[in-house]
């Protein structure tokens, strides 16, 4: 045993000189620290934990796999089946659709591959459609899939056609691969506008189409997976046209609901495979937070210099390290940082190698394949590599920030000791506040499951959308369902607009076996193409760079288009900097031209919320962890019981925003060196909301003067949508935050705290129009949102708030934390005991 | 049949892109179904009737335009005898083609393709023994007939020895194809030839030549056949006319519909029946420089290298900038004075300075421009350019042809005209230069002139690759040149 207890896989054997140097390094890092230690949040360690190793648990092939595939694999080493493996094989031959829970590097592929080889080798008609969320996890499939069947070639002549089918794939190829493929590796994308509004010309797969892949499962959440969720209904009418009916395989990474995503996609009940049987080797992981360089403002020293710092570490001792920045622009950085460090003589192989999104493949496969073979000792990377793609076994994994998941944070830890190798994961928290809530509050990431994935694909916007697609595709019968809502009401509404026509008896274009009617698309238009499900709405503005010849340089959606492309707004592109010179709002553009300043621009912006419809209430006294809402209070229990101080809602909103003005920050040192005011449209959006009422005799009671209690109000506000980030495991921009009295006010002072207090509701509300699943599950997490949201500002290093907590001190007021303190201390101390528990640990 | 779900989804459907102006409906609600009260008033109004096939019905429009009829300055008769004539030469345009033809054109719902396109028109047409084009519409009145329509078009395919189709193999074809396999029916067609005119129509009569330029069947049938249209519904109108129908059950917006595809097949026809004269007549039948290469060009790739030859001699001649020509509409004579003019220039084409040649020409454009006090008033500078063009083409191609055939002298001048004619593009002008270069470094061993063509190939925007040859043969040059000199001074110092 040595300091780090790094457990001797056998006693006999001395340690190899690779974990000698992982243990110098860490040594390095937390200086004779033990391993069992308590958590320390003070310290710039705060974390140190071992996670063990596992022992693989396998079982011979199953009698009935084809015994060409059993060769094939045999051929390429492998002689069992893990047990999680065999039980995905098993229950996907016997026709069940099942989800696979995967950590990296447990053979997941083999989940998939080996029941769907093993039916098309039985019969060659079948085919197989693989869906990746990524145009690069296609191609790296690709080649293993082609490994594979070459083999099966060598081992018994029998072809298997294994093809992408994606935006990249030439016209001319497109048609023989129609034809001859029995694997066909495509995106969901290329599924809704390629595949899907062509699908006579796929016949011969969908007739014969016998298992669909779903690989990164876990990347569907949010605005994507509610997309997704309605092109598999597609799929499936297309398929019952053509006769079949496929079982589905995903593979999912660690989340707290696989199989519930699993089945809001496929509709269809799904068996769960979440025991693994791959081995595991031992891993070390570390928290970082950077050290406190100004105490009063609780400003930390840069994540990017302890990042570098920390990736040293590793690297000096000739260990292979990725590095996970958070953006394009930090991945440069680090990489440029880690290159001044340890770059390799001029003329030298490149041992420091960046990768994002935005390279080009050929360079991309070129560091893929430097890493695999040792050549690349350290990758900076942005979450491009966090998914599946093969590049061997790495030592060290190194994050410039948190992931924002506890999902995707395991994801990243994963790249490092893939096979059974011992290995160490790194997080260096930036100061941002989720960043600094993690890694304060280590039990937290470590403890609890990974978060759940939200999908809604019954938003009116997006299920709209996709029913135009699946009319353009098949004439919907009349008693056709599609997703929760009536989808005849909304054929209806169609046909009003011209889009579809109801036929009615023997001149309809339904199933000829008689059925009552049908809504045939009566429009010259390609739907598929008017829609992206990688956003709610296609309508966006783009940006136009004015500087030399005008060219389009990006875009952004309709939602934060005022917000970030107002007049005089500075605009980011990979570290340039662009000034907005006009916005053209009607034709959504936006025209910049290059510019060289020292600072940045923040919107300011006024939000006016009016509840539209509550769906569920409920006083904090009766929710427990989970929420039940058959306790909730009704409507018109709440008028009789005023003395409870504050409640819980979620339902639909009416959200009217508009910018009125912008500051200027300085880089660095965030000062705010100037500002302007703005006249721009109003936004109008109707979405879903959870909203947190705050009685106005809970306000009045605080301690502090009125326009303290506004300021900290305010701040508690600012980091309860941290802690709903946290929670939601969605992006900064996917939610809202207003603050209003509910009622319609004084248009002249909107927002304007008047010196009697009123009830004020703090609204955090889905940023995309008709909501995308959030607000229901921050009502039912109501109690864990006060009780993190306490334990973040309390926890905080600061003396009277930072970005970190409740907002910087310049903007937020001088009294802003103690009242924002104040205030949750009083909203949780009124609440019930079990409530209390339900705070305090954390559950 | 108003619930907050519909009014809610008014309000996402109307904040989404709108079905389309042409395809919106005439009044929401309230219009009758097609089923309501159709099938009368379809036959009646369409001039139609009901056939069954297997299981299920179809409706059918069939006409017979009589042999004596017209289609612009052609009998009809005449344009079924043509074909008959012809018949052989389609095989130069389609392997295997063969009669009988079936003429087919479909109007669509949309141009997008995909599932939700519907061909709601096959239209097509074929002679019959006595010279009268016959011409069945399948029209889908009943959304839910489309299989029967399918299965009775495919019967009538099985006997056709080729399809002909204007842009069929790109449009019309894969959407039946698709339709077909939508309805999991065999797709006979793709064993059957198809002669698609479009494309050579772009060879033989597009008016500017350029690639890109619309081809229209309607400009064409004027352009070839002299045939015009009167109140024609444009093809643009046709998805929206049918949704009316399909919404309102009133047949009347299709019949302009019916006999607008009527005139297509027609004119596709005519079409036709031209191309298959011309082939079969050769370069003497052209009526114009663009004709008589397009010939060439066809010959050239069906491997006629004599034929292809004439036929390119016939387009330069055709296209040769005669002013008398304009004047007096009489080509041959004049024409050939000018070539010999040319030709008389030809010791300026050993010459490495060109001037001299540059400024004859630059004599006779201003000859051309002004001599007569004419100029062709009814050709704009457009058609001017487009002449010329297309002049440097058959330059270009004459030019080949010599240099396959050995005839390397005459292979030369070709290049020389095309290079000192106005119509050389950048892309001429290197072949051309390059060339000449060659010729004059290896056969005719004149280096200077060689030097003088090499360095001018420079003048156009070359690839890198291309750039380095040049620079590479350059090299050459100079140092031949510089080794006959030495060569030179010492003979000189002998003497």
């Known amino acids: 045993m040595s300091v780090w207890g790094l457990a001797r896989t056998d006693a006999a054997s001395r340690p190899s000189g690779r974990d000698l140097a992982l243990e110098a390094a860490l040594d390095r890092l937390v200086p004779g620290q033990k391993i069992d230690r308590p958590d320390t949040p003070d310290l710039s360690v705060t974390a140190v934990r071992r996670l063990d190793a596992l022992e693989a648990q396998t079982v011979p092939f199953p009698e009935r796999l084809d015994r060409r595939l059993k060769a094939a694999l045999e051929a390429r080493g492998i002689r069992a089946l893990y047990t999680h493996q065999a039980e995905a094989v098993a229950h996907a031959l016997a026709g069940e659709h099942v989800v696979v829970v995967t950590p990296t590097a447990s053979g997941k592929?083999?989940?998939?591959?080996?029941?769907?080889?093993?039916?098309?080798?039985?019969?060659?008609?079948?085919?197989?459609?693989?869906?990746?969320?990524?145009?690069?996890?296609?191609q790296d499939q690709l080649a293993e899939l082609h490994g594979l069947s070459e083999v099966i070639r060598g081992v018994s002549g029998d072809e298997i056609g294994v093809f992408t089918y994606d935006g990249d794939t030439p016209q001319d190829a497109r048609r023989s691969i129609r034809a001859r493929a029995h694997l066909v590796l495509s995106n969901p994308d290329m599924v809704h506008a390629g595949i899907l509004p062509h699908h006579p010309r796929w016949a011969k797969l969908f007739e014969n189409l016998k298992f669909v892949v779903i690989d990164e499962l876990h990347a569907y959440r949010g605005v994507f997976g509610s997309h997704l969720g309605n092109v598999l209904r597609r799929l499936w009418r297309v398929c019952r046209h053509y006769g079949a009916s496929p079982v589905f395989i995903c593979s999912s990474a660690t989340i707290a609901n696989p199989r519930e995503l699993a089945e809001r996609l496929v509709e269809r009940p799904c068996y769960l495979v979440d025991q693994t049987g791959a081995p595991r080797g031992e891993k070390l992981f570390v928290f970082v937070n950077p050290p406190v360089v100004n105490q009063q403002l609780g400003i930390r020293r840069s994540y990017l210099s302890e990042t570098r710092r920390v990736a040293g570490e590793f690297l000096k001792r000739d260990l292979q390290v990725i590095v996970f920045a958070q953006s394009r622009l930090s991945t440069e950085i680090l990489t440029t940082y880690l290159k001044d460090d340890f770059g390799e003589p001029p003329g030298g192989a490149e041992r420091i190698r960046g990768y994002r999104?935005?390279?080009?493949?050929?360079?991309?496969?070129?560091?893929?394949?430097?890493?695999?073979?040792?050549?690349?000792?350290?990758?900076?990377?942005?979450?491009?590599?966090?998914?599946?793609?093969?590049i061997g076994p790495l030592d060290v994994s190194v994050m410039a920030g948190y992931p924002g998941t506890i999902a995707a944070t395991w994801q990243r830890a994963g790249r490092a000791g893939r096979r059974a190798a011992r290995s160490a994961a790194v997080l260096v928290a930036s100061s941002a506040p989720i960043d600094q809530y993690i890694v304060r509050h280590p039990s937290y990431f470590f403890d609890r499951t990974p978060e759940r994935a939200l999908i809604d694909p019954d938003n009116l916007h997006i299920l709209v959308d996709h029913v135009k697609c699946a009319a353009f595709e098949l004439p919907f019968s009349s008693d056709e369902r599609f997703g929760r809502h009536d989808v005849q009401e909304v054929l209806t509404v169609l046909a009003e607009q011209g889009f579809v026509h109801r036929v009615d008896g023997e001149a309809a274009a339904g199933d000829p076996s008689g059925r009552p009617g049908a809504w045939t698309w009566t429009s010259e238009s390609y739907p598929a193409d008017a829609v992206s499900l990688r956003s709610v709405s296609s309508d966006n503005f783009v940006v136009v760079d004015t500087t030399g010849e005008p060219k389009v340089i990006g875009e952004t959606d309709f939602t934060s288009g005022p917000s970030t492309l107002h007049p005089q707004a500075i605009y980011l592109v990979e570290g340039r900097l662009f000034q907005v010179q006009s916005l053209d709002f009607d034709g959504r553009k936006a025209y910049v031209r290059s510019v060289d300043c020292d600072y940045y621009t923040d919107a300011i912006s006024h939000t006016r919320v009016t509840i539209l419809d509550t769906f569920a209430q409920g006083c904090r006294t009766v929710?427990?962890?989970?929420?039940?809402?058959?306790?909730?209070?009704?409507?018109?229990?709440?008028?009789?019981?005023?003395?409870?101080?504050?409640?819980?809602?979620?339902g639909e909103v009416h959200v009217v925003s508009r910018v009125v003005g912008f500051k200027k920050i300085r880089f660095y040192t965030n000062e705010n060196v100037g500002s302007g005011e703005l006249d721009l449209p109003e936004q109008q959006m109707h979405t879903t909301a959870y909203w947190l009422t705050i009685d106005a005799h809970v306000l009045a009671s605080l301690p502090f003067a009125a326009s303290d209690r506004r300021d900290g109000l305010i701040g508690m506000a600012f980091a309860l949508k941290q802690i709903a980030q946290l929670l939601l495991m969605c992006d900064g921009h996917d939610i809202g935050l207003s603050i209003d009295s509910g009622e319609l006010v004084d248009p002249a002072r909107p927002n304007a705290f008047v010196g009697v207090e009123q009830d004020r509701l703090v609204f955090i509300y889905d940023n995309y129009p008709g909501g995308i699943g959030f607000s229901q599950p921050l009502y039912r997490m109501?109690?864990?949102?006060?009780?993190?949201?306490?334990?973040?500002?309390?926890?905080?290093?600061?003396?009277?708030?930072?970005?970190?907590?409740?907002?910087?001190?310049?903007?937020?007021?001088?009294?802003?934390?103690?009242?924002?303190?104040?205030?949750?201390?009083?909203?949780?101390?009124?609440?019930?005991?079990?409530?209390?528990h339900a705070l305090v640990t954390g559950t | 049949m108003t619930s907050r779900l519909s009014d809610r989804l008014r309000e996402v459907v109307r904040s989404r892109p709108p079905a389309g102006a042409s395809s919106a409906p005439e009044a929401s609600g309230g219009t009758p179904d097609a089923a309501a009260g159709p099938s009368r008033a379809v036959e009646d109004t369409l001039g139609g009737e009901w056939r069954t096939i297997d299981a299920g019905r179809y409706f059918i429009v069939e006409r017979r335009l009589a042999s004596e009829g017209r289609h612009g300055s052609r009998r009809i008769g005449d344009l079924a005898a043509q074909l008959e004539r012809s018949a052989t030469d389609a095989c130069l345009f389609a392997g295997g083609a063969r009669p009988p033809w079936l003429f087919f054109d479909l109007e669509t719902t949309g141009l997008n393709g995909g599932a939700g396109t519907l061909a709601f028109l096959i239209g097509c047409g074929a002679f019959d023994p006595d010279g009268g084009f016959v011409i069945r519409q399948y029209v889908l009145t009943r959304l839910g007939d489309e299989r029967s329509v399918l299965q009775a078009v495919s019967r009538l395919v099985r006997d056709a020895g080729a399809l002909v189709s204007f842009n069929g193999k790109s449009f019309d074809a894969p959407l039946l194809e698709s339709r077909f396999a939508y309805h999991r029916l065999p797709w006979i067609a793709s064993t059957v030839p198809h002669l698609d005119v479009l494309h050579p129509a772009r060879r033989f009569w597009r008016e500017d030549g350029k690639a890109g330029a619309p081809c229209?069947?309607?400009?064409?049938?004027?352009?070839?056949?002299?045939?015009?249209?009167?109140?024609?519904?444009?093809?643009?109108?046709?998805?929206?006319?049918?949704?009316?129908?399909?919404?309102?059950?009133?047949?009347e917006a299709l019949v302009d519909v019916l006999e607008h595809n009527r005139l297509d097949l027609l004119s596709l026809a005519g079409l036709t029946a031209r191309l298959l004269t011309l082939v079969r007549e050769g370069p003497e039948g052209a009526r114009s420089g663009r004709e008589a290469f397009a010939l060439g060009d066809l010959y050239e790739r069906a491997g006629w290298h004599t034929q292809s030859h004439a036929a390119l001699e016939q387009a330069l001649e055709l296209l040769s900038p005669s002013p008398r020509e304009t004047i007096d509409r009489i080509p041959g004579a004049q024409s050939r004075t000018w070539h010999s003019a040319v030709n008389g220039s030809g010791p300026g084409v050993h010459l490495p300075d060109t001037s001299a040649e540059v400024n004859c020409f630059e004599e006779m454009k201003t000859a051309m421009a002004g001599g007569d006090g004419v100029r062709r008033s009814s050709v704009g500078p457009e058609a001017k350019r487009a002449s010329d063009r297309l002049r440097a083409e058959v330059l270009r191609a004459l030019a080949r042809s010599h240099r396959r055939a050995g005839r390397y002298e005459a292979a030369a001048l070709r290049w020389r005209q095309l290079l000192d004619g106005s119509g050389c593009t950048p892309e001429l002008a290197r072949e051309a230069a390059e060339a000449l270069a060659v010729h004059h470094e290896h056969r005719r061993r004149d280096l200077a002139s060689a030097r003088v063509f090499a360095l001018r190939t420079l003048e156009s925007p070359v690839s890198s690759v291309r750039h380095t040859a040049i620079r590479h043969r350059l090299a050459r040059l100079e140092r031949k040149i510089r080794e006959a000199g030495a060569l030179l001074a010492l003979t000189g110092l002998e003497s």
């Open chain 2, 216 to 251: 229209s069947l309607a400009a064409l049938e004027r352009q070839v056949l002299d045939a015009g249209r009167d109140h024609d519904v444009p093809g643009a109108e046709a998805p929206g006319r049918y949704f009316q129908f399909i919404r309102s059950g009133d047949p």
């Open chain 1, 782 to 836: 109501h109690a864990e949102l006060l009780g993190h949201t306490y334990r973040l500002v309390a926890g905080c290093d600061c003396e009277n708030g930072c970005p970190s907590c409740v907002g910087p001190v310049g903007q937020t007021g001088p009294l802003a934390k103690s009242a924002a303190l104040a205030l949750l201390r009083l909203l949780l101390a009124e609440s019930s005991s079990e409530t209390r």
């Open chain 1, 357 to 390: 999104g935005g390279y080009l493949p050929n360079h991309r496969r070129e560091v893929e394949k430097g890493l695999r073979d040792g050549q690349v000792r350290a990758v900076v990377s942005t979450n491009a590599l966090e998914l599946g793609i093969d």
């Open chain 1, 623 to 650: 929710e427990g962890a989970d929420g039940g809402g058959e306790r909730d209070a009704a409507a018109s229990d709440l008028v009789e019981s005023r003395a409870i101080d504050a409640w819980r809602s979620h």
């Open chain 1, 109 to 138: 592929t083999l989940c998939y591959n080996a029941p769907i080889l093993h039916t098309i080798l039985q019969d060659p008609s079948c085919r197989a459609l693989y869906l990746f969320p990524t145009k690069a996890l296609a």
